[in-house]
């Protein structure tokens, strides 16, 4: 099964609306890879992770099918990783989904609160529901067993990642969080994870408060090796990168190749 990453750019995209910025003209001109779109991930043909404000635009950059789409997993209520209104035109009149098509949102309550405000008409006349999830609860996505854990980010908003266990391998979609709280690492030890993607939102910088920057995620790396989460066949992906850290596609990766971390762009297809 593949993870296909769609968006790899913190809220204001990139190169980000407005923005006279270098890194935004400097992208615009070199296009490819500099392109960012929003956070969000598909997972074989009926898993998705996060429905930003671009979810539409990756359908049709990357040949996405959202027809088969069965389960959309939420982090958490910001805009740039939920944007609901797209859900919407599943109602009848708008499309014609495929027999028996039935779609389950799982967020926090302010997930399913911005779910009901957007759509506001019953879940059942989009063919959808919303499960309202905790941290540390197995989710059974059928083709994938999905576990929510805590993130160091918007703490008033409980954001999650997602250590998502597919056939023999394990991945996490670890974007939007500084250093990953106490229980997050105790849960993690031993995981022994294929890949995981890792928030890298200064780019170069070393923060790691909400967010992380390069030396962060070098950390980070080292820190789930010592602990068994990630082996050093493990793959490292850095994603989530904002403009205002300066630095375009082939910086990062002159910055991160010498410690083995790979730097995640639109469209990377990961075989797990």
Known sequence: ????VLGTAAAEAW????????ACREAARRG?????????????????????PDA???MLAFGIDYSPLRHLLVTHPHQDHWTPVDLLWRRRGFAKLPEESQLTVYGNALVGERLRQTVRAPLSELSMD??????????????????PLPASHAPEEGA??????????????GHDTGWFPEATWEYLAGAGMSVALLDCTYGTADRRE??????????????????????DNSRIIATHFSHNCLSLHDEL???FSPHGIECAFDGMRISL
């Open 1 to 4: 099964m593949d993870l296909t």
């Open 15 to 22: 190169p980000a609306p407005f923005c006279v910025c270098e």
């Open 32 to 52: 490819g890879k500099d392109l960012r779109r929003r956070a969000n991930y598909q997972l074989g043909t009926d898993i998705h992770i996060d429905w930003g």
């Open 56 to 58: 539409y635009h990756c």
């Open 130 to 147: 919303y499960r309202h999830i905790r941290e540390f609860e197995r989710l059974d996505l059928g083709s994938a067993v999905a576990t």
């Open 160 to 173: 999650f990642i997602f250590l998502i266990e597919v056939g023999g391998s394990r991945v996490l979609i």
């Open 210 to 231: 909400g967010h992380m920057g390069g030396q962060g995620v070098i950390d980070t790396m080292r820190a789930l090796q010592e602990i068994g989460a990630a082996t």
């Open 253 to 255: 990766l002159r910055f």
